[in-house]
């Protein structure tokens, strides 16, 4: 059974954090990485969630929101990777998802080291 392991955080304590911190940290993830070894399938950092884009169909109509969008009746229930050329393939992609028609799908860029 494989099992995502979505990381929440303060983002904006991130954006604080200095180089000493952001060093303790990924050595931190490299040790965990270690211990973890081969149970790790794939692993991603995201690009902050001021780069989302929240995608809903309704009525046949494509809706998007800039940002996240959380709401307690909705809750994070899987994920796909697509490789698409911009965020508009992606929109269009996201809105064929079959989630898209009842609740929403969030587009994030994944972040490139």
């Not at 392991?5 to 904006?12: Q, S, T, V």
């Not at 952001?22 to 050595?27: D, G, H, L, S």
């Not at 780069?51 to 046949?60: E, I, M, P, S």
Request: aromatic fraction near 8%; proline fraction near 4%; hydrophobic fraction near 40%.
């Amino acid at each position: 059974m494989r099992y995502m392991m979505l990381i929440y955080g303060n983002e904006a304590a991130g954006a604080e954090a200095t180089e000493a911190d952001w060093q303790e940290t990924m050595q931190a993830y490299n040790a965990f990485q270690a211990e973890a070894g081969e149970r790790i399938l794939s692993g991603d950092a995201l690009h902050p969630t001021s780069t989302a884009t929240t995608v809903r169909l309704r009525d046949g109509n494509v809706l998007t929101t800039d940002g996240p969008f959380a709401e307690t009746k909705e809750q994070l229930g899987g994920f796909y990777i697509l490789n698409c050329e911009n965020l508009d393939e992606a929109i269009a992609m996201a809105a064929k998802i079959p989630g898209a028609k009842h609740g929403c799908v969030e587009v994030r860029p994944i972040m490139e080291f």
